[in-house]
Each structure stands twice: as structure tokens, then as C-alpha cells.
């Protein structure tokens, strides 16, 4: 299993940015498909998951200004970041878990940088 990750850059505080994570190779359908970010000396946390069947979970930080979807003809989960702020700046990292046999797949990271 693959997981390309796409749509990071630089934005100015309260823009927006979509983040894509297109997986490819066998991925049971029944599985949990997220993003968590890492920021420098920060642990890597959770900014956004959803499931197959459609249950989401968001970060506190992101509520009310981030949305997760997918895609799941095209195995493509998407991230919409609105009303950016400094603090959002981070690498983010598309994941993707199997609910039936736990194996859990990376994407490589994409930068968001948010910044005047």
C-alpha cells in the first residue's frame, strides 16, 4: 500500500489549503483513513480521521475550521484547512489503518506553512 500526499505550501493566516492522500494497492475496505501532524518538538497528533463508514473524529485544535472527506471509489481521503493560523504550520501525514487487521500505512508528509 502507497499513500501520496499533495496540496501543502504557504498561505497567510486565515486562508485555506486542501490537502489530497491518494492510496493505491490492496486496501481492505473497512479501514480508518486520517491526517496527524507534526510540528518541530512536538509529538505528532491528530488533526483529522474518518472511516469507512463515514464516522469522523477531529482534533480540538482544527474543530469548526477543518473538514475531512472521502473519496472511497478512489481510495482518496481529502483534508479542507480554512482560516489558517500560524500554529497549524506543520508537516501533515496521511494514514490510512485496516479495522480488520490493524496494519497501518504512512504517506511521505506534505509541509504547511502558515505565515504573513
Known amino acids: 500500500v502507497q499513500l501520496q500526499a499533495s496540496g501543502g505550501g504557504l498561505v497567510q493566516p486565515g486562508g485555506s489549503l486542501r490537502l489530497s492522500c491518494a492510496a493505491s494497492?490492496?486496501?481492505?475496505?473497512?479501514?480508518?483513513s486520517g491526517w496527524y501532524r507534526q510540528a518541530p518538538g512536538k509529538q505528532r497528533e491528530l488533526v483529522a480521521r474518518?472511516?469507512?463508514?463515514?464516522?469522523?473524529d477531529y482534533g480540538d485544535s482544527v474543530k469548526g475550521r477543518f473538514a475531512i472527506s472521502r473519496d472511497n471509489a478512489k481510495s482518496t481521503t481529502f483534508l479542507q484547512m480554512n482560516n489558517l493560523k500560524t500554529e497549524d504550520t506543520a508537516v501533515y501525514y496521511c494514514n490510512v489503518r485496516s479495522l480488520i487487521t490493524a496494519a497501518d500505512y504512512w504517506g511521505q508528509g506534505t509541509q504547511v506553512t502558515v505565515s504573513s
Open positions: 474518518i472511516s469507512s463508514g463515514g464516522s469522523i
Open positions: 494497492g490492496r486496501i481492505f475496505s473497512v479501514n480508518m
